[in-house]
Each structure stands twice: as structure tokens, then as C-alpha cells.
């Protein structure tokens, strides 16, 4: 019985031997042979895969910035270790000079790119964007319908060896924006019945705060105080300070106001208008607190 | 004195009004050109502004005599517009009747945000009109907007899945026809495969979704590009390449523990070797201790 498990454990040993050292000698022994050299070129990152918006349409928001997101995969075959920087763009399409635009936040972005999920060669880009509300719609409703907003990559290697790609599947479009704001309060102040403003006095200014022109739509209340009120064509409007009588009555249902401006192009918005107000209270109106409301509604121009 | 008193009591007092600050709506329409009876559409209007202090009380005024049965607002013609936010969505979703005429129909969405109470002042609400254009006819229209690729990662022995989102702009469900994929090596120096996709998935008429197809590969796990071409009908929609990641089998999903063993077991011919030896040797000893036992037995039956 010993001579049987002697003999099955120098059999595994064995056996153990005759595979091992060949796998362990083997490497060594031609490492010693032979020495090779290779030089590795340099490869140019490519930029593959951009999205804007993940293609959908983009909608800003009156008076300030939205946050618009462009993403990409970047691959260096040198690893993703080469890839140095990052440079995005975002630009309507009619643009002068497309991706070599110059920055402006009517038409063109730039932002430095952020790389992340990096596996293989390739890494995730991500840019991020803040959009002013001014910048320029390409919706089927506004001046450039043909046109869109492109993403542009562009990856950058240590070498600066670099290629770029943009989103050439998708049309994005930045939709229009209407937008007002309507400041600041009118303080019509206190009027003995029988008496009013002799000339439209009060003002508040209409600032255009979207992406397109626009016009005023305004309309009111009566104006109440218990059951006791002031008809809402009391208060007149207008364009400029005028007689009292020539100005525009209020009315309950939605009047248009012309406004000569634009389309806004910095921020803060640089189109703005002012109207003119005054107020006549009838005689006969009973003493008391009136309360109304106006509404100023943005039509497209 | 008594003077004084009396022209103070004539006066009427008018507070001044109350101010919101701004407010604006995108885009300022609501259109389609491509709607049949019985179709079922819907449309976004985000509603904006820079200053979210408050909540603000929305009401949406629909002026469309002839269609307002058929518009309505998915959170109602009043809700609020929560403090905190400075963008809220609207979804606008039409029905059209079945019995609706061939036309093209008109109408306004006046959208006007107030504070949640007067204060006790005149206060001005801001609003925003939005344009409705509606068009019904018997035309057939197909046609989609493509958003976004891809190739989800995937494991060895799989499918390769093509997806595209699209927003599907006609009035029947669409799919790519046909996707043409030419699969390359990691370095973008050899194809390893070229074919087609034919049976990509339906979206529905005026959805945004995925339209998805597969094709057979037999890919190692590593890194590839694929250059695509989405085609609707003959007409090329889109052609680009993108990166995509093939993983080693169990990588992503975890397998049954039996495939496993067996994987382990067979996974090189040096180990297939000792495996079929050591059984062997196993073997022969067992039965070498049997036929030792049954010689004692025998010797000691004696």
C-alpha cells in the first residue's frame, strides 16, 4: 500500500514538472535571445459620437442662462492618457466662420471639455454650456428657420497632434423664446374723486427678455374696492408721456402695443421700451381702497 | 383745521401696482401640419423665468372656438408654477375627433402668471401668447428626426443592438427601413464585418423613442468602431461611426454557476491536460485501493 502512494506522488510531481518548467524557463530563455526595439508614433486623438442637447431641441429661459450639455467620445491609441485638453463649441449653423467662429452669446460658444469614463483608449467628453436667453432661435418660427445649432469637438494630444467632429446626425434647433418683464410698479399715488393725472406721467418699461422681438398685449380689471369700483378704461396708456385723453383706455380684453424694439443681443437686454400711464378717478367715486389687476401678455412681432 | 380733515377724507387712495418681474414661454406655438382624425398629438411649451422666489399661479385661456374641445392641458388650465424653479413644462395634448373635417384649424393659448395673491395692490400679471395652428387632412406622412446612436456595450457571443432615438414627425409609425453597419477594429485599420439591419422597431406617429434592430458578431472583447447608415425608405438620413465595447462573456451579466465550472474546466488544453490526468490517476487509484481491500478480505476469509 505505501509502494502505491509513493509511486501516485511522484507520479503528480512528475507531471507537475513536465508542464511547469517549460512555461517558466521557456519566456526567459528567449528574452535572452533576442532584443527587439519599437518606436511608437504618435497617433492623433479622433472624436467620435457628439450629441447636443441628447437631440433634442433647446429651450432657454427669459432673462438668464440654461444649461446646455454637448458629449462626445475622444479615443487616443496612444491611450487616453494623451489626450491634453478638450476645446467645444456650440454655433448656429449660418454662422461666419462656423466652428472657427468668434464667441458671442447670440451665435457661438466655447467652453473647455471634461473627460471622464475613460476605458481603453477612449474617454466620455462632456461639455457644459450656460445659453443666454438672446441667443438666436432656428425654430420654424424665427428668422433663420433653416438653419440649426451644431456641436463642435475639437481633442487635443500631447504632441498637439488633434482632429475634431460635430454632430453631423442631429438638427437641433434653439426654439424662440418670447419673454417680457414688466418694470418697475406704477405708484399712482392718491386723487380726490373728480381728479387725475393731466398727462400719462407714470411710467414702466417693457423689456424684451427672450430671443425675438415682441409686441405688448395689455388689458385689465376693473378695479374694486368692496362693491364699489372704477371702470378698467380709467387708466390710459401710451408709448410717450401725452394729454391724459390721447393716451390709450385700458380695456378687459387684450389691446396690441407696437413696442419699436428688437430682438435683444447683450444681456442685460438691451431692448426696452417705456409706456406711459395715467389715471383719471370719476366724480362720484366713493372713498376707499381699489384693487385691479393689468395683465401685459408677450406676443410675438 | 376741520378743512384739512375734510380734504384729506375726499381723497381716494390707489396703491401702486405690484410687479412681477418677468416671465416667457418656448416656443410660442403649438402647430402641426400632418394630423389626421383620430390623431393624438402632444407638445411641450416650457414656461420660464429668471426669479423663482414664489410660486405663481398659471392660467392657460384656450381662444379656439372651433377646436377647444379637442386641446387640453396636462396639469389642468390652473396650476401653480413652484417657487425654486425657473423652467416648468406645459404639455399641450390634442385629440382630434374622428369625425373632424379636412382643415386647417386657428386658435390662441393666452398663458398668464400672477403672484398667489393680490397683496392688497394693483397687481400686474405677465403672460405670453402662444399661436395654435392645426392642420387635419387624409395624408399619409412618414418622415422622423434622428436624436441620438448608439451600440450599448455588449458581452462575447452576442448580438450586436443598434439603437436610435428618433422623434417621429409623420402621422404613421416609422422606423429606419434599413442600417447599414460596417464593423471595424479597434484601430479603425480593417473591417470585420459588413451587413444590414432590416427589422429595426416601430415608434409610434408624433413619439419621440427607440427604434432598435440586432445584428450577429462574432466579437472578441475589446473596443471597436462601427460605421453606420440610417436610411428611411432609399433616402440616406444619417451616416457617422461610432466607438462601441465588447466585454468578456459574464462580465456584464453574471452566468449559471454549471457554465462556469465547465468555462473553468476547458479554458486552456494545458489545463484540459492536468484535469484528464489527475482524473485519470484519481481513477486508477480508486480502483487500485478496491482490488487492495478485496485481496486483504480474501487473504483474511483464508
Known amino acids: ?301 | 383745521m376741520k378743512k384739512v380733515y375734510f380734504f384729506l377724507l375726499t381723497f381716494l387712495l390707489l396703491l401702486p401696482f405690484f410687479a412681477l418681474a418677468g416671465f416667457g414661454i418656448s416656443p410660442p406655438y403649438v402647430e402641426n401640419n400632418w394630423l389626421v382624425p383620430g390623431s393624438h398629438f402632444e407638445q411641450t411649451i416650457m414656461l420660464s423665468r429668471s426669479e423663482a422666489k414664489e410660486d405663481l399661479k398659471i392660467t392657460v385661456e384656450i381662444e379656439a372656438p372651433e377646436i377647444k374641445d379637442w386641446i387640453k392641458i396636462d396639469k389642468g388650465n390652473e396650476f401653480i408654477f413652484p417657487a425654486g424653479k425657473n423652467q416648468y413644462p406645459m404639455i399641450v395634448i390634442v385629440d382630434v375627433p374622428e369625425n373632424a373635417g379636412y382643415s386647417t384649424y386657428y386658435g390662441k393659448l393666452r398663458i398668464k402668471a400672477a403672484p398667489l395673491e393680490a397683496k392688497g395692490q394693483v397687481t400686474v400679471a405677465i403672460g405670453a401668447v402662444a399661436d395654435i395652428k392645426l392642420r387635419v387632412s387624409g395624408e399619409k406622412f412618414a418622415d422622423f428626426k434622428i436624436r441620438t446612436v448608439s451600440i450599448p456595450d455588449f458581452e462575447e457571443g452576442e448580438p450586436l443592438k443598434f439603437v436610435v432615438e428618433l422623434e417621429n414627425i409623420g402621422n404613421v409609425k416609422i422606423r429606419p427601413s434599413k442600417v447599414h453597419l460596417e464593423i471595424w477594429d479597434n484601430f479603425h485599420q480593417q473591417v470585420l464585418k459588413t451587413g444590414d439591419i432590416l427589422q429595426m422597431s416601430w415608434v409610434d406617429s408624433f413619439k419621440v423613442g427607440k427604434s432598435e434592430g440586432e445584428m450577429k458578431v462574432d466579437l472578441k472583447s475589446g473596443q471597436y468602431w462601427a460605421e453606420y447608415e440610417i436610411y428611411k425608405d432609399d433616402e440616406l438620413k444619417a451616416e457617422d461611426k461610432i466607438r462601441f465595447n465588447v466585454h468578456s462573456a459574464g462580465t456584464l451579466k453574471p452566468k449559471p454557476i454549471s457554465k462556469r465550472i465547465s468555462e473553468f474546466l476547458t479554458a486552456s488544453p494545458l489545463r484540459v491536460a492536468v484535469i484528464s490526468i489527475i482524473g485519470t490517476l484519481f481513477f486508477v487509484g480508486i480502483v487500485a485501493g478496491f482490488f487492495s481491500l478485496l485481496k486483504r478480505k480474501r487473504k483474511s476469509g483464508k
Open chain 1, 1 to 301: 500500500m505505501k509502494k502505491f502512494f509513493a509511486l501516485v506522488t511522484v507520479g503528480f510531481l512528475g507531471i507537475y514538472l513536465v508542464f511547469q518548467v517549460p512555461i517558466l524557463i521557456v519566456p526567459r530563455a528567449l528574452a535572452d535571445v533576442a532584443t527587439s526595439t519599437v518606436t511608437v508614433g504618435n497617433a492623433a486623438p479622433v472624436v467620435s459620437d457628439i450629441s447636443l442637447n441628447g437631440g433634442a431641441d433647446i429651450n432657454l429661459t427669459e432673462n438668464t442662462t440654461t444649461a446646455v450639455t454637448a458629449t462626445g467620445t475622444v479615443t487616443d491609441y496612444n491611450g487616453y492618457q494623451d489626450i491634453t485638453s478638450v476645446i467645444c463649441k456650440i454655433y448656429r449653423s449660418g454662422v461666419s466662420g462656423a466652428e472657427n467662429c468668434t464667441s458671442n452669446d447670440n451665435n457661438c460658444y466655447q467652453v473647455t471639455g471634461v473627460t471622464s469614463s475613460c476605458a481603453g483608449n477612449s474617454c466620455t467628453v462632456t461639455c457644459n454650456f450656460n445659453v443666454w436667453f438672446h441667443a438666436d432661435p432656428t425654430d420654424s418660427y424665427s428668422p433663420q428657420p433653416s438653419e440649426y445649432w451644431v456641436a463642435w469637438i475639437k481633442a487635443i494630444d500631447s504632441q498637439g497632434a488633434s482632429s475634431s467632429a460635430t454632430n453631423t446626425t442631429q438638427t437641433v434647433d434653439v426654439k424662440t423664446l418670447i419673454a417680457l418683464d414688466f418694470t418697475p410698479s406704477i405708484d399712482y399715488g392718491t386723487y380726490a374723486p373728480g381728479s387725475g393725472d393731466a398727462s400719462t406721467t407714470h411710467v414702466t418699461t417693457a423689456t424684451t427678455t427672450g430671443n425675438v422681438a415682441i409686441d405688448v398685449n395689455l388689458s385689465g380689471t376693473n378695479m374694486t374696492s368692496g362693491s364699489n369700483s372704477i371702470s378698467v378704461s380709467q387708466q390710459h396708456y401710451a408709448t410717450s408721456i401725452v394729454a391724459y385723453s390721447s393716451g390709450t383706455a385700458l380695456s378687459m380684453s387684450a389691446a396690441r402695443l407696437e413696442l419699436d424694439t428688437g430682438k435683444p443681443t447683450t444681456h442685460p437686454s438691451n431692448q426696452a421700451q417705456n409706456i406711459y400711464w395715467g389715471i383719471y378717478i370719476p366724480e362720484g367715486t366713493p372713498l376707499g381702497t381699489y384693487t385691479g389687476q393689468v395683465t401685459a401678455e408677450a406676443v410675438a412681432d
